[in-house]
Each structure stands twice: as C-alpha cells, then as structure tokens.
Nanobody, 128 residues
Framework: QVQLVESGGALVQPGSSLRLSCTASGRSLEHYAIAWFRQAPGKEREGVSCISSSEDSDYYRNSLKGRFTISRDDAKKTVYLQLDTLKPEDPGVYYC?????????????????????WGQGTQVTVSA
C-alpha cells in the first residue's frame, strides 16, 4: 500500500483560501485514484473530492462544487485540494486516501469504504 501524508491545514478566517497537499512516500501514485474526505467533531467522515488515476476526471461533493478544486502532480507524488471561500461549516480534519485502479464510477461516489490507504489528516479551522 502507498503511505500518504497530508499537510497545509491551518486556522483561517471565513472567506479565506487554503491549499492542502497529500504526498505519497515510497511508490508512485500512478494507477491510484486519490480522494479527499473530511470529518468534523461528532460527525461522520464525508467525501469531498476524488481525482481519477488518469487525471481525466475529478468529482466533488455537490455542495462544494465551485469552491474546492482537486489536482494532482504525479511527478511530485502529490495531490492537492484547493479550498476557496472557506465557510464556517468547512472545518474538520481533512484526510486523503488512495485506491489502486479504482474505476471512475466509484471515484465519483467518494465513499470511504472504497479506499484502502489513508493519511493521518490535517486540521482545518475556520473562525473569525
């Protein structure tokens, strides 16, 4: 399995932007779909976005479309999540996860059960 490390979380004000990074150690991310999830205190982990292994497709939770953008740089073994116009409902621990050879249909569902490798998470806090 691939090992993942997230970074970039911070305390920011509403309306601010952040870029989260998910970097793999060891093997390449080629052939892996990568997703971002988030979990707020007392709530279930929810899917945020997924990018296919081929970079042909990216998917988002409906409520986040237009504010969050996922991208990948396989040469750097890194996937990014750009968070724009952060809102008070966006805080939580953001996790990235990898699934080898995941077909686009399942990437679009952004379900935790489809991903085998997980990072430890990075905290995003939004407060005035």
């Amino acid at each position: 399995q691939v090992q993942l490390v997230e970074s970039g979380g911070a305390l920011v004000q509403p309306g601010s932007s952040l870029r989260l990074s998910c970097t793999a150690s060891g093997r390449s991310l080629e052939h892996y779909a990568i997703a971002w999830f988030r979990q707020a205190p007392g709530k279930e982990r929810e899917g945020v976005s997924c990018i296919s292994s081929s970079e042909d497709s990216d998917y988002y939770r409906n409520s986040l479309k237009g504010r969050f953008t996922i991208s990948r740089d396989d040469a750097k073994k890194t996937v990014y999540l750009q968070l724009d116009t952060l809102k008070p409902e966006d805080p939580g621990v953001y996790y990235c996860a990898a699934a080898r050879d995941l077909v686009d249909f399942f990437c679009s569902l952004i379900r935790p059960s489809d991903f085998a490798s997980w990072g430890q998470g990075t905290q995003v806090t939004v407060s005035a």
